[in-house]
């Protein structure tokens, strides 16, 4: 659903998360479990992750709710380190970066997606998130020198906004939107290609493995939500079981466990591939919060939620060598 980066060489483009290991498929052995059916695992889990958000905000507070998913993911990702012996991150420079990508790619836009949830649906933050690659295209014109504009690439931005708008319902003024929960998930989207940026910038080439990287990114995003947390919510009273459980199924699999999919898939099949999860995550967010949640949808979200996939795939199109 989210992205979470580790240093690599080169940034995807997309709303879920992602290790960013920048490499091709993989020469070694093939997995038990055919890449497909993981792909399809993969976008089911992140494709929920917005319906689990909204039972968790039910009953605990949106940073209670962040600082748990976060605390369930880094201890998957804990075990997963232990399991490989892989070595921690080294340096303080290097520390200091994952610092500032873990606010920007995990506690900022986790915690953003909560408060957003309180007052709009999940179907819509589903939506929201899949803004990512537009507001990751516009940026990229102007931040990375390299990332060249083609005219494929920005039709598919001002196709993706035109979506957007579709979505939420502009040929009617925005009747009816919730305006302060719509911003909150449109800025949660757009964090994601700011970290991106940046950890492209300061992380690339530092010579961490995507596994490491990305637990000690989600460790620090957990210590700040830690130092976060008490200072804006009190104490709960009570620890109603159902949400409780959403909460930790977000964490354990929406975040721990999808990363670790997410890490074999990248070297497996590669980035280009991987990455096409994110164009599922609006549908299956779509479908589960109207079947589970009782959620209205009116023509204009599925319509415009189409528009702004098929601009979000223009927007990655590369141009041929």
Known sequence: ?????????????????????????????????????RFGFLSLIWGFSFLLIKVGTQSYAPFQVTLGRLAFGTAVL??????????????????????????????????LFAYA???????????????SP??????????????????????GLGLGFLGVLTVLGAWQGFSGLDARGTTLALLASLSYPIGWIYVRRTLAG?????????????????????????????????????????????GALGTGLALLIQYGLVTEVGPTTAQM????????????????????LTWSTPVGAVIVLAGAALTQARRRA
């Open 117 to 131: 949830e309180l007052t709009i649906p999940s179907t819509l933050a589903g939506i929201c998130n899949a803004t």
């Open 78 to 111: 804990a075990v997963a380190i232990a399991v490989k012996r892989e070595r921690l991150p080294r340096g303080a420079r290097t520390w200091a970066h994952l610092t500032v990508a873990a606010l920007l790619l995990n506690a900022l836009p986790f915690s």
């Open 277 to 296: 999860v994110t164009y599922f995550i609006p549908v299956i967010a779509t479908a589960a919060g109207v079947a589970l949640l009782g959620e209205s």
């Open 206 to 250: 530092s010579g961490g493995s995507a596994l490491s990287m990305t637990g000690a990114q989600l460790f620090l995003a957990t210590l700040q939500l830690a130092v976060v947390t008490p200072v804006f919510t009190t104490f709960p009273a009570r620890f109603p079981l159902l949400p409780l459980l959403a909460i930790a199924a977000l």
């Open 1 to 37: 659903m989210t992205m979470t980066t580790a240093a690599a060489s080169t940034t995807p483009s997309t709303g879920s998360p992602s290790v960013a290991v920048a490499t091709g498929p993989s020469t070694g052995p093939r997995r038990a479990l055919d890449w497909r059916l």
């Open 134 to 155: 537009l507001w990751g295209m516009a940026l990229s014109l102007v931040a990375l020198s390299e990332d060249r504009p083609t005219r494929v690439r920005v039709a």
